[in-house]
Nanobody, 128 residues
Framework: QAQLVESGGGLVQPGGSLRLSCTASGFTLNSYVVAWFRQAPGKEREGVSCITSSGAITSYADSAKGRFIISRDNTKNTVYLQMNSLEPEDTAVYSC?????????????????????WGQGTQVTVSS
């Protein structure tokens, strides 16, 4: 069964770091654009970052710029989101999605339409 599985979430203090992983099983991720999204309670889902299939191009939401880094290792069928300088406002469920229908363009907003594969999400809580 083709699916994405996220891991790496947890409880961290403000200013701390976490690295999320998004691993594909049942299909090869290296031809897909992959993005990270997050949804906080009572808020709409927000596109955080995306990365092209080769990893050459990335894009970030303003809230993530300078703090988060998206990367991928196609040999491991995995995309990562390194999150630094975490703030309580980063508390949310983080999910990854994969698409062959959408592009990842630097500086452009990450939209969730067209992502055919989704993970179940991993909780990130930033609190002292």
């Amino acid at each position: 069964q083709a699916q994405l599985v996220e891991s790496g979430g947890g409880l961290v203090q403000p200013g701390g770091s976490l690295r999320l992983s998004c691993t594909a099983s049942g299909f090869t991720l290296n031809s897909y654009v992959v993005a990270w999204f997050r949804q906080a309670p009572g808020k709409e889902r927000e596109g955080v970052s995306c990365i092209t299939s080769s990893g050459a191009i990335t894009s970030y939401a303003d809230s993530a710029k300078g703090r988060f880094i998206i990367s991928r290792d196609n040999t491991k069928n995995t995309v990562y989101l390194q999150m630094n300088s975490l703030e309580p406002e980063d508390t949310a469920v983080y999910s990854c999605g994969a698409t062959q229908l959408r592009k990842c363009i630097a500086g452009f907003r990450v939209e969730s339409r067209g992502y055919g594969y989704w993970g179940q999400g991993t909780q990130v809580t930033v609190s002292s």
